[in-house]
């Protein structure tokens, strides 16, 4: 991509309004704007880092065994009369009427809609297990949105819901779950701990919230020191493998709480406890028939019984999740993007626009490395070269080449990695091969 042609409008000064990190860099690194408060537009830049988070959490739960539908953001009052939760959910639900009067609402999450779905279709646990996920808009109308996309109104959330004929299936559902989100946040480049929560206004007794670590993280929590010394990525929730083992030994090394589980000091010190501060970017609960039971969603069980089937379901807040990164991965001069999920992986500036030779040179670069595969911001602008640098750290892309006059009659180019600031000079007909890896 073209500076020169894309929408990229970062801002120089600090945002007054934005008080912590990852709003103001998301902010100045025009990935996106507010229009209401609690509700933002992506911008070209932001939206395509929203869509590789989308991505990867989409191919952890396929790879978990989850199929992808969509679902709508409209849905209608009378399914959550049936769950008795139309009454419950209070001012955070935004209320709607239609043109005939009937009573709609714009989704705060979907147990109700997913599990009319199902009622209607299944009824034999021949055709269980099932887990139903869509990634889409919700909106809450929280009292105090802030910290930019953190605590949103509209939000992205992909939700997952799991149907099981027995409790003890229901567990493996949630264990599979609980594995692919591990799997998720360090493919997304950042360490969440699993912690045991409460479960709000979902309901159910089995439930743990995803913590990223951040000094300005909302909730606080007490993890084991050792945390660090697990991979995820060794457990893999589709073979079918029991995962019990799995979950309990990351869930007493991590031995993470919050207030309301909080350990009293003495045993901190003997669990060799820390505390800290964090964001939810996952929570995922187990509640048996909480919504099968009032709703009738039942089964005939191989016994010939009926029976409400066994549910759960699995949020991750994937707008969120792109602040929560920014908020983990950022220094002084911007954000400092995981190649998983950087917008480009290279950022190619141009200092000499006014040279024929070496535009040509550079314009050689951009298209060799887009025709490899690799996706470049190509700052081709006639602009000073401070501005070019500062703005390139700003939007914090893993790579940086840089081409000037020097340099190419030299014949050599300036590879700069982003997050550990390392330069180094690659010869002009290698740096596409050393940016490759071929
Ligand atoms: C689980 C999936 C649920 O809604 N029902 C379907 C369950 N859980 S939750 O904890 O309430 O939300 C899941 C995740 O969504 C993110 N999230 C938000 N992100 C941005 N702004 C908000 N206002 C907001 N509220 C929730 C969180 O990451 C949460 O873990």
């Avoid at 929570?283 to 089937?309: C, L, N, R």
């Amino acid at each position: 991509m073209r500076l020169s042609r894309y929408f990229l409008p970062t801002l120089k000064e600090t945002p007054a309004d934005a008080q912590i990190a990852s709003h103001r860099l998301m902010l100045r690194a025009g990935m996106i704007r507010q229009g209401a408060a609690g509700i933002y537009s992506w911008l070209p830049l932001g939206h395509r880092v929203l869509k590789k988070v989308e991505a990867i959490v989409r191919e952890e739960q396929d790879q978990a065994g989850a199929l992808e539908m969509l679902m709508p953001t409209i849905q209608s009052a009378d399914l959550w009369s049936e769950s008795g939760r139309y009454d419950d959910y209070g001012k955070e639900m935004l209320r709607i009427e239609d043109r005939h009067g009937r009573k709609m609402l714009f989704g705060p999450t979907n147990e109700e809609l997913i599990t009319d779905i199902f009622r209607r279709e299944i009824k034999s646990y021949k055709d269980l297990p099932k887990n139903l996920y869509h990634i889409q808009w919700k909106f809450r109308d929280e009292i105090r949105p802030r910290f930019g996309v953190m605590r949103g109104r509209e939000f992205l959330m992909k939700d997952a819901y799991s149907f099981d004929l027995s409790a003890e299936d229901g567990v493996k559902s949630y264990n599979a779950m609980f594995v692919a989100y591990l799997r998720t946040f360090a493919r997304l480049g950042v360490k969440a701990i699993p912690m045991r929560a409460d479960t709000g206004p979902i309901g159910g007794d089995l439930s743990h919230e995803f913590i990223v670590l951040a000094e300005t993280g909302e909730s606080e929590v007490y993890f084991d020191k050792g945390f660090n010394d697990f991979d995820p990525m060794a457990a893999n929730p589709s073979d079918g493998e029991n995962l019990q083992p799995v979950v309990d030994q990351w869930t007493s090394l991590y031995a993470a709480t919050d207030e309301m589980h909080e350990p009293d000091s003495a045993q901190a010190v003997g669990k060799n406890l820390v505390q800290g501060r964090g964001i939810e970017v996952g929570h995922i609960f187990f509640f048996g028939d909480k919504y099968s039971k009032p709703m009738k969603a039942e089964v005939q069980g191989p016994d010939g019984k009926t029976v409400a089937v066994q549910m759960g379901s699995y949020g991750v807040g994937v707008s969120r999740l792109v602040g929560a990164i920014i908020e983990a991965c950022h220094d002084e001069n911007g954000i400092v993007w995981p190649e998983s999920v950087a917008p480009f992986k290279v950022g190619l500036i141009n200092l000499a626009t006014k040279d024929e030779a070496c535009t040509a040179a550079c314009d050689k670069i951009y298209a060799d490395l887009s025709g490899a595969g690799i996706e470049v911001l190509y700052d081709d602008r006639a602009t000073g070269a401070g501005a070019k640098f500062s703005n390139m750290d700003l939007i914090g892309l893993p790579w940086q080449i840089v081409l000037g006059n020097r340099g190419f009659q030299n014949g050599i180019v300036e590879l700069k990695n982003r997050a550990t600031g390392e330069r180094e000079e690659v010869a002009i007909d290698e740096i596409v091969a050393r940016v490759t890896g071929n």
